[in-house]
């Protein structure tokens, strides 16, 4: 993982190609690093994290941070670009340390964000949720029915059925049912009637705004599955709940315990004690991955995650509502917006450069925000981005755009942060619609991007 924000220890350097994070204390993991220079800080008590502290744009030897940025440099700079802008853009770059506006074109209006709208998920998570949370998956049985036991699912988006090689930190149902096992076989128990209870996030599994055509690109949303649902064949599951008490059945059989019958859908007693359970991986570790890889389904489940955490139903709506409640919260919401999910698969959602610039301003300047610095891709390094930035017109933007993208047929967006040359930190965001050519929009945005990186403006 990259933090560009070490560039500041590195004069005239235009990538740093470490792995590093950016935890929710604002620590820095890196070899035993615990802590940001504190030449990167500076006291923002308006920004509402613990202790007033945020990141800032602090300048490289190579710049002078007492000369305010030149918008005209930098339109000059994303003008240049020899690629041709196709489709209506809306688009916002800002100082962070300053806060001027270095361009804007059409920054208000409200156009189709694609999974640029994961974005505003993830902050409305984190301004939710401690980063370090984590979510459990239980099995519990009642008293008065010691012989059944009940699958409880707890809104694990990344719950795997066996444990993962490559994210360690994923809990899984195997584990899970080696733990229940041992401790129904010290109670005496070898046979169980198993029920499985999915009920966290109520019965509403598939947006209305969605086609059924996108059955592919996401599951029938549930408080509890396995692999997101998705089968050997790489089928996502309609019944991902059933799916997953049948995975478990068969692993407690694997571990010496009987199953009869088939697993059914049951509401857990309220009195029902804990017979096992294991935690999924820290927030701040599920929406990294979830937002590296645009993942419509894990981004759904943490939306509801963040609803419930507001005292909200953990519904699209609730999901949705508690979403423009986070963003007013946070001066990032805008009349006339329009959210039907939080991943951004409806092409019915409508925000504005201007709402995604203003939450990433609030994200970088407030410490609890801070791990979706992070959590998004890096040009030519990592995730959805890994890809792209490749043409010769891109070399200014690898390593140091970290942007969440976005696609649908028509759409194209990326927002996020920069370390340009001259050592500022510039907030961006630029949303293209309407578009007849895909892969222009996207060769056009790198670029662009790519010419903000090079700015010593």
Not at 354 to 368: G, I, Q
Not at 438 to 456: E, M, Q, R
Request: overall charge negative; some cysteine; glycine content about 10%.
């Amino acid at each position: 993982m990259i933090l560009a924000l070490v560039l500041a220890v590195i004069a005239g350097v235009g990538a740093v190609w470490g792995k590093s994070m950016l935890t929710a204390s604002g620590a820095l993991r890196d070899g035993g690093a615990s802590t940001i220079p504190s030449s990167l800080y500076s006291p923002t008590p308006e920004a509402g994290g613990p202790g007033g502290r945020g990141i800032v744009a602090a300048a490289t030897p190579a710049a002078d941070s007492s000369t305010p940025a030149d918008p005209s440099a930098v339109a000059s700079r994303i003008a240049g670009v020899t690629a041709k802008q196709p489709g209506t853009l809306g688009a916002a770059t800002v100082d962070l340390t300053t806060g001027i506006t270095l361009f804007s074109k059409n920054a208000d209006a409200l156009m189709t964000p694609a999974s640029n709208l994961k974005v505003l998920t993830g902050i409305g998570l984190l301004n939710a949720v401690d980063a370090g949370k984590t979510f459990a998956t239980k099995v519990v049985r009642s008293s008065d029915d010691p012989s059944t036991i009940t699958l409880v699912g707890g809104g694990d988006p990344y719950l795997q059925a066996t444990p993962s090689a490559t994210n360690p930190d994923f809990a899984s149902t195997q584990v899970l049912a080696k733990n229940t096992a041992a401790a129904l076989k010290k109670d005496g128990v070898t046979s169980v009637t198993l029920d499985y209870d999915d009920s966290l996030f109520g019965s509403d599994s598939w947006n209305s705004a969605w086609p059924a055509g996108y059955a592919d690109q996401v599951t029938h949303i549930s408080a509890l599955w396995v692999n997101e649902g998705v089968d050997a064949s790489g089928a996502r599951s309609t019944t991902p709940s059933l799916q997953a008490a049948t995975t478990f059945a068969s692993q407690l059989t694997a571990s010496g315990i009987t199953v009869t019958g088939t697993p059914a859908a049951k509401q857990a007693p309220s009195s029902a004690s804990t017979v096992a359970s294991v935690n999924s991986a820290p927030v701040e570790t599920l929406l990294k991955t979830a937002l590296l890889h645009s993942d419509n389904s894990a981004t759904e489940v943490l939306g509801r995650q963040s609803a419930l955490a507001a005292g909200r139903p953990g519904t699209f709506a609730g999901a949705t509502a508690n979403l423009q409640a986070q963003l007013t919260s946070l001066g990032a919401w805008q009349s006339g917006a329009v959210l039907q999910d939080t991943s951004g698969l409806s092409r019915g959602n409508l925000v504005s450069a201007t709402m995604l610039e203003k939450a990433w301003r609030a994200a970088l300047t407030t410490t609890r925000l801070q791990p979706i610095a992070d959590a998004v891709p890096v040009a030519q390094v990592s995730g959805s981005l890994a890809s792209r930035f490749g043409d010769d017109a891109d070399v200014a933007g690898r390593g140091v755009v970290h942007a969440k993208t976005g696609t649908l047929t028509g759409v194209s967006s990326l927002s996020g942060w920069i370390r340009t040359a001259d050592g500022r930190i510039v907030v961006q965001a630029f949303l293209l619609n309407n578009s007849a050519d895909d892969s222009a929009s996207h060769t056009w945005l790198d670029a662009a991007w790519s010419a903000v990186a090079s700015c010593g403006c």
